[in-house]
């Protein structure tokens, strides 16, 4: 048996620790493993490392990816997947495990219509794979995220500053509302509950007018222009201000414990389920226990926030 293995859109910390739970899982039932670099573009052009126990033995605390990732434009194509699919064929690839978000579910989906047997691993700081509680990376992100905000509320509170914090989470509001909760920020703004400019400056006045000299807010990415929202607060409410992008820092750094464990459970997971001849599925965690669910029906899976979550900040912060 080979299997190949890919990572692939945003990296993840914890993708290298599913990789090499991936390898030694294979190892031992006896599989090759081929690693494709850079993620679909390099099933594309079949640039390829075989992969042993020996060679993923240091990985697994590393973020990033060792194998690299990427969004492939071609492979979006319908010549690109076809090719892609021929590759694997030529290669005698019988299995492939791909470990991404929902680009990389979309392009796993697309191989299986070809007739290549896929095994999908969410994979994103996002959290934004519906069809699983938790992505390898949301974890370490969010602990990222919170420990910068922490540092950031010292110096506001210090000067008496509106801080506006953007984190990443592309259209998903996870990241935000994990870390503004965990970070006792007071205002989150998340796409899946949008706010006007007027009603983010009137949840902020509120808080000054409470006594809160330097009221902390959290927004997800791409929901407004931070330094015009900033400059328009300091404008109109009179108060200093200032913004902060935590961009990639959140991507960055070895996985947390969480995500360790989620990753090597995943990758070893996926080796079983090729193993007992169980396809076409993507994996999924639910109340710690693992679970698949077929990769067509996975990427029609709408939404999973919580709005439970979302509710019990707005009651405790009064916004
Ligand atoms: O999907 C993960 C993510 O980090 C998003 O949160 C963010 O919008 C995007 O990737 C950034 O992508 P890039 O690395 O291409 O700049």
Known sequence: ??????????????????????????????????????????????????????????????????????????????????????????????????????????????????????????????????????????????????????????????????????????????????????SESDIVLVPEDKKTEDEVLALIKNQLDRGNHAPIVILAEKQFDIRELSARAERELGHESRTVILGYMQRGGGPTLNDRLLAIRYGARAVQLIRDGVYNVALGVDDDMLFTTPIDKAIKFESHFRKDLYDLFKALHSV
């Open 1 to 182: 048996m080979r299997i190949g293995v890919l990572t692939s859109g945003g990296d993840a910390p914890g993708m290298n620790a599913c990789l090499k739970s991936v390898v030694d899982m294979a190892s031992n039932l006896g599989y090759e493993v081929y690693a494709f670099r850079r993620g679909y573009r390099g099933v594309i052009s079949k640039d390829y490392l075989v992969l042993n126990r020996d060679k993923v033995r240091d990985i697994f605390n590393l973020g990033g990816s060792t194998i690299m990732t990427g969004r492939s434009a071609e492979f979006y194509e319908a010549s690109g997947v076809a090719m892609a699919a021929q590759n694997l064929r030529e290669l005698g690839i019988d299995m492939l495990v791909t470990i991404g978000g929902n680009g990389t579910y979309r392009g796993a989906y697309e191989l299986s219509t070809h007739g290549i047997k896929i095994v999908a691993i969410p994979a994103t700081i996002d959290n934004d794979v519906y069809s699983t509680d938790r992505s390898i990376g949301f974890d370490t992100s969010v602990n990222n995220a919170v420990d910068m905000i922490s540092n950031i509320q010292a110096t506001m509170r210090a000067n008496e500053r509106i801080a506006f914090i953007e984190t990443m989470g592309r259209y998903g509001g996870d990241i935000a509302l994990y870390s503004a909760i965990a």
